[in-house]
């Protein structure tokens, strides 16, 4: 069975100060792997997505990468408006998954001005 | 902007009432759709995966005659929630994808807030 774990559950970061969100996955088989941001009230908003160990994205303060076991999210220098549930999810290479995505817990992240 | 709506964002109801949630891709066309449900401060769990023109698929311990599934056209999946009772109270996210499975990623509509009284 597909499990994603993500650590920490929540981060108070002061403005400007960086840090990094984990995402632990064990999947037969990876297709893809994705990070969404959610704000309170709304629906996950796509942010990256990653096929292969060793490949990186970026987005303004934000770079996800990924290894074979575990993905991250840096945010450099975060600002207020950062604030936010990360979340990641992976998608199994079977072809019977379609796009079906699993889930892990997210990290609540409140930067503080 | 936004590539799947979903409607309404908000809805009370009784006990006992049936509520229909409605979503839709916008300026493309999704044979597949999915259903989330969120509690709060949790991730979202797969409802169902809602297939245009056939019947929806429905993961384990998800009651198919509580929540009806109708994905009618290629921009339109309703979820309904018959019978409604205060334990369905959550927030259901919807999802679809612009192209071809395990290509591109899901979009997620910004979710309806059930709350059953």
């Known amino acids: 069975e597909d499990q994603v774990t993500q650590s920490p559950e929540a981060l108070r970061l002061q403005e400007g100060e960086s840090s990094s969100l984990n995402c632990s996955y064990t999947?037969?088989?990876?297709?893809?792997l994705f990070w969404y941001r959610q704000d309170p009230g709304k629906g996950p908003e796509f942010l990256f997505t990653?096929?292969?160990a060793g490949e990186e994205k970026e987005k303004e303060r934000l770079k996800a990468t990924l290894t074979k076991k575990e993905s991250f999210l840096h945010i450099t220098a975060p600002k207020p408006e950062d604030s936010a549930t990360y979340l990641c999810?992976?998608?199994?290479?079977?072809?019977?998954?379609?796009?079906?995505?699993?889930f892990g817990g997210g990290t609540r992240v409140l930067v503080k001005p | 902007g936004a590539v799947v709506s979903q409607h309404p964002s908000r809805v009370i109801c009784k006990s006992g009432t049936s509520v229909k949630i409605e979503c839709r891709s916008l300026?493309?066309?999704?044979?597949?759709m999915f259903w989330y449900r969120q509690f709060p401060k949790k991730s979202l769990m797969l409802m169902a995966t809602?297939?245009?023109?056939?019947?929806?698929?429905?993961e384990q311990g998800v009651e198919k005659d509580k929540f009806l599934i109708n994905h009618a056209s290629l921009t339109l999946s309703t979820l309904t929630v018959t019978s409604a009772h205060p334990e369905d109270s959550s927030f259901y996210i919807c999802?679809?994808?612009?192209?071809?499975?395990?290509?591109?990623?899901?979009?997620f509509g910004n979710g309806t807030r059930l709350t059953v009284t």
């Open positions: 999802s679809a994808s612009r192209g071809s499975p395990g290509v591109s990623p899901l979009h």
């Open positions: 999947v037969s088989g990876l297709r893809g």
């Open positions: 990653l096929y292969s």
């Open positions: 999810a992976v998608q199994a290479n079977k072809q019977a998954a379609g796009n079906k995505l699993t």
């Open positions: 300026d493309f066309q999704a044979t597949t």
């Open positions: 809602s297939n245009e023109g056939s019947k929806a698929t429905y």
